[in-house]
């Protein structure tokens, strides 16, 4: 059974870094590409990023690029989302997902499986 658990949300002021991780188990990790997608108040998905099975390629949207950035370790099934210069508008839930399929690079919020997620709120 997949699970996907988060860690590391919070409340942070406009500027500071958070640094988010997800626990991965029940599946092959290092086959899946894994990414991270958030939930605005009020809005849908955006995907904020994603990293493939060896770690070697990270995809960020132009939101986020130069901002976050995402790696993992495959020995101990974790992925990180570090955040920082974070803004207003990053806060949201932030949800650890993994791809549905292994070895296909997934860059938006669809063909993922998700955990519970971690808020992340920014404002002073």
């Known amino acids: 059974q997949v699970q996907l658990v988060e860690s590391g949300g919070g409340l942070v002021q406009p500027g500071g870094s958070l640094r988010l991780s997800c626990e991965a188990s029940?599946?092959?990790?290092?086959?899946?590409?894994m990414s991270w997608v958030r939930q605005a108040p009020g809005k849908g998905l955006e995907w904020v990023s994603s990293?493939?099975?060896?770690?070697?390629?990270?995809y960020y949207p132009d939101s986020v690029k130069g901002r976050f950035r995402t790696f993992r370790d495959n020995i101990k099934k974790l992925v990180y989302l570090q955040m920082n210069n974070l803004r207003p508008e990053d806060t949201g839930v932030y949800y650890c997902a993994k791809a549905n399929t292994p070895y296909v690079i997934t860059k938006d919020t669809t063909d993922i499986e998700r955990g519970r997620g971690t808020q992340v709120t920014v404002s002073s």
């Open positions: 029940g599946f092959t990790f290092s086959r899946y590409t």
């Open positions: 990293v493939i099975g060896n770690g070697a390629t990270q």
